[in-house]
Structures are given as structure tokens and as C-alpha cells.
């Protein structure tokens, strides 16, 4: 099943507590003749991480809140896996002896713990977004340096990769990455101004975390999937394209130059490119349905709105004007967002304070690129800050 192994293959999580994580140990715990666990991250919660520690016989825990370290410690006691909290912990955690580290930690939380592995010439499986988005030009560059493989887990970039293994990039047209066009594709940019909360997390294919559930029905996920594959794969922009598909069923296309177009299709459970990642470059038998067409009956497509959906626009306007304009994207959204869901600003004011906090900053030619982590991040807490100071522009009456 692991092609030209003779031992099993050690794993770090990062995130082992989000649906990254989960889908990954399910996987782990099904083949666990296969795969070790060295070590697992999570945010706060002590008591869900240490039964996975547990449970998988890790070696080494660690959550990234330093308040909890007592309380994950006294979880552990008497088991034999070491623990620790705080950011110091989180890398000493990814830095553990591993074969792959599947870097699924939600959010900037993410960055210092990848590129540390990465520095170190692990492979990553890459979920995290912020990796590519805030910092694509300095990661990838770090993994030229340190030999590293970056292996995409993403659903869409995913399907590219497997579609591209082995193909002559030269010979590429472009690349097409499918959305689904969430649960507002049909309306009215009017009508989408009263839709609640609780109406976009309802997303009508996949079963996601908040933010990314919100940022499907907005498009900007699909926006911030287009950066990142503008770093994973080496294309020009002009050479990504974004086409709805509703029914989730093609997860990207490859067009070559002698006109064929090849897709990879699958069902919409995350455990298929996880375990593409895991196995890679073999396979492994994953649970489940599989795709029936014949069921699905047809698939159908159609050119995205940007009028309707603006996020999309901003996304690849950042993309093109590089530097920290896709980081300063991604923080603003992720403020928009939590002002959306807690009801501060409608749905359709969540396009319009990200577009005002990028006009700002490019005003102020904040948004150059960055020579390092640290400067990505302290550009990440200005966009933050200039979101919150925008929000009554864009808040409810």
C-alpha cells in the first residue's frame, strides 16, 4: 500500500483535533500496520487531544494555548508521552523524527510550525492555507532549499496535482479549479444582502469548519485556492481558471495543449486526498461511497459571477498585485467573517470591508512583499487592526 516502504510511515499532525486531523487518524486507525504517530498538535482542547494521544500511542502532544499545558500534563500522566504548550511546543511537536507532516493547523496559527518542518526537508501535507496565500513565495522557496516535497491535501488542488503527476508542464494550457458556487448561486446580489448566518453555513456538498463554510458561499475560498495554486503549480496566472460545478463531482481539470482535458472526480469526502497523501505515489483502499454517475445523472457547469460574488474579484486582483496583498486578503477576510457570523455586518458586506481594508493598505504601500515570517505576520495583525477600524462602515442599522 506504501510503495517501497518497509516500515511504517511517521506522522505528525498539526491540527489532530479539526476535520483535517480527524479524517487523517481515521485513516491512520484503519491501517495502523502502516502508519505511526510521532506526534499531534491541537488548539486548546486538552482533554480531546490527550485521548488521541492516547489512542494512537504518540509520542509527543502539545497545544498551542500555553495556559493549558497543566491540565493536558495531568491528562497524560502515567502514559509515557511527553506534552508541552505553547508556541515552543507546537514546533518542538512538528520537529519531531517523522516521515510527513500534515500541516492542517487552521489560520497564521499554522505558519511557524510548517516552515520549521519544511526548513527541516519534511514532506508536507499541505491543508493549511496561510502557508501559500500569506507567504507561497517564501515557502516554496524554503522547500527548494531543504529538498522538501509538499504534497497538497486541498480537495481541488489535490485533483490537479494527481492529474499533472508525471505530465510535461510545458505541454499545459491551464488549470481548472471547480466550485461548487455554495448556496447562494442563484440569488440576487439584493437577495444575498438579508441572507443569515445560519443560511450560508448550510453548504449543499461538503461538511467544513465556519470560516471555510462562509468563505465557499462567498467564493473567496475558491479566490484563496487560486493563490495557492499559483504557488503549488508553476503556471502563469492567465493559466488558472475557476469554473461552478455544482454537483462536486470533478475536483479539477488539466487542459493540455492538444486539446484533451483531464479531470479527476470523486466523491466529497476529504479522506480521498488525504489518503492520496498518504500513500503517495501509491494508493490506499478509503471508505465510503463511491462516485455514481449514472445516480448523479449530470454534470453541469458555468462561468463564475464575480458581479454577484466580488470576493472572487478581490482574490485574484490580490493574486496579481503579489506581495502582501493576498495575506492582507486572508486577514481581513477571516475579520469579516466572525463580524458576519456574530451578526456586526450583513453577507454581502463581507466582500465589501475586505475590498476597503486592501484599498487602504495599498494606499499606504503597506502591501510590499515581505523578506520574512515575522514581517508576514506583523502585516497580518495591520490588516486585522485596519478591518476592525473599518467595520462601522460596513455594520448593521
Excluded at 93 to 99: G, H, K, T
Excluded at 182 to 201: D, K, N
Excluded at 265 to 280: E, F, K, Q, S, V
Amino acid at each position: 500500500m506504501l510503495a517501497g516502504r518497509t516500515a511504517p510511515l511517521r506522522l505528525v499532525i498539526l491540527g489532530a483535533t479539526g476535520s483535517i486531523g480527524r479524517n487523517t487518524l481515521d485513516l491512520v486507525a484503519r491501517y495502523p500496520q502502516h502508519f505511526e504517530v510521532a506526534a499531534l498538535v491541537a488548539g486548546q482542547d486538552a482533554a480531546g487531544l490527550a485521548e488521541l494521544a492516547r489512542q494512537t500511542g504518540a509520542g509527543f502532544a502539545a497545544l498551542a494555548d500555553p495556559s493549558k499545558g497543566e491540565e493536558l500534563a495531568a491528562y497524560l500522566a502515567g502514559t509515557g508521552i511527553a506534552c508541552g504548550a505553547g508556541d515552543a511546543a507546537v514546533i518542538e511537536a512538528a520537529l519531531q523524527p517523522s516521515d510527513m507532516v500534515m500541516a492542517a493547523i487552521v489560520g497564521a496559527a499554522g505558519l511557524r510550525p510548517t516552515f520549521a518542518a519544511l526548513e527541516a526537508g519534511r514532506t508536507i501535507a499541505l491543508a493549511n492555507k496561510e502557508c501559500l496565500v500569506c507567504a507561497g513565495d517564501l515557502f516554496m522557496a524554503a522547500a527548494g532549499r531543504a529538498g522538501a516535497r509538499v504534497l497538497p491535501v486541498d480537495s481541488e488542488h489535490n485533483a490537479i496535482f494527481q492529474v499533472l503527476e508525471s505530465r510535461n508542464l510545458a505541454e499545459v494550457e491551464k488549470i481548472i479549479l471547480t466550485a461548487s458556487g455554495g448556496p447562494f448561486r442563484t440569488l440576487s446580489l439584493s437577495e444575498m444582502a438579508h441572507v443569515s448566518p445560519q443560511q450560508a453555513l448550510k453548504h449543499p456538498n461538503w461538511s467544513m469548519g465556519s470560516r471555510i463554510t462562509i468563505d465557499s458561499s462567498t467564493l473567496m475560498n475558491k479566490g484563496l485556492e487560486v493563490i495557492e495554486a499559483s504557488h503549488l503549480f508553476p503556471l502563469r496566472h492567465d493559466q488558472i481558471e475557476v469554473l461552478v460545478h455544482p454537483q462536486s463531482a470533478i475536483h479539477g481539470m488539466v487542459q493540455y495543449t492538444d486539446g484533451s482535458l483531464l479531470a479527476q472526480l470523486g466523491p466529497a469526502d476529504m479522506r480521498t486526498p488525504i489518503a492520496h497523501c498518504l500513500a503517495w505515489p501509491a494508493r490506499m483502499p478509503v471508505p465510503g461511497a463511491r462516485l455514481d454517475l449514472a445516480k448523479l445523472g449530470s454534470l453541469t457547469f458555468e462561468a463564475p459571477d464575480i458581479k454577484r460574488f466580488p470576493a472572487l474579484g478581490l482574490a485574484l486582483d490580490a493574486m496579481r498585485a503579489g506581495g502582501c496583498a493576498p495575506a492582507a486578503l486572508n486577514a481581513a477576510d477571516e475579520v469579516a467573517v466572525a463580524a458576519f457570523l456574530s451578526g456586526q455586518i450583513g453577507f454581502t458586506g463581507i466582500a465589501g470591508l475586505v475590498g476597503a481594508v486592501l484599498d487602504k493598505l495599498a494606499a499606504g504601500q503597506d502591501l510590499a512583499p515581505a523578506a520574512d515570517i515575522d514581517s508576514i505576520l506583523a502585516l497580518d495583525m495591520q490588516a486585522r487592526a485596519v478591518a476592525h477600524e473599518l467595520l462601522n462602515r460596513f455594520a448593521l442599522t
